[in-house]
């Protein structure tokens, strides 16, 4: 069984730069969840908003990797409306059972992360061995290092 992958939905790329420096900090691979969908400007983010708050489960493209094969999974997703991101709800409801352990991120505005990690932990099923809730204002400086690596040891001592 492999250690950890990094599964991540991002609409504008906040969550992907997290996704990122989680996956080198715990050296594992990293899968972006993908979908067919048209999120950008102002009406993809009220869709967005819309899709969350109302529970959708949009259509996603396969997985290229079966979350099972691995130790630990990482999920990460922005908030949107307080809620994990659609595409990621789907994710959940299509590998369920497949996850071993797993960590947790988001990235947000302001508010609601830990509202939405919890929605996680609730779909998946699963208490998480790690969180990490971050604020798009810390990725845009690149201050999120420290918490990333906290969050990453709290994860490779998981694996240990």
């Known amino acids: 069984m492999r250690a950890c992958l990094v599964v991540y939905f991002s609409r504008t790329g906040m969550t992907r730069k997290a996704a990122e420096e989680i996956a080198a900090a715990c050296r594992c691979k990293l899968e972006p969840i993908l979908e067919k969908t048209d999120r950008s400007g102002l009406k993809g983010y009220i869709f967005s908003g819309y899709q969350a708050v109302m529970k959708k489960l949009p259509e ?6 079966d979350p099972g094969d691995y130790e630990t999974l990482i999920l990460g997703t922005p908030v949107w409306a307080s809620s994990v991101s659609a595409p990621t709800r789907s994710y959940i409801a299509q590998n369920a059972g497949h996850f071993n352990k797993i960590a947790v991120f988001c990235t947000m505005m302001r508010s609601g ?20 809730v971050l604020t798009d204002a810390e990725i845009v400086k690149n201050s999120i290092r420290e918490k990333v690596r906290a969050f990453s040891r709290r994860v490779l001592v998981e694996q240990d």
Request: net charge negative; hydrophobic share 40%; no cysteine.
């Open 60 to 65: 996603i493209n396969p997985s290229s990797e």
């Open 113 to 132: 992360g830990d509202k939405a990690l919890d929605e996680i932990e609730a779909l998946a099923g699963k208490t998480p061995v790690a969180r990490l």
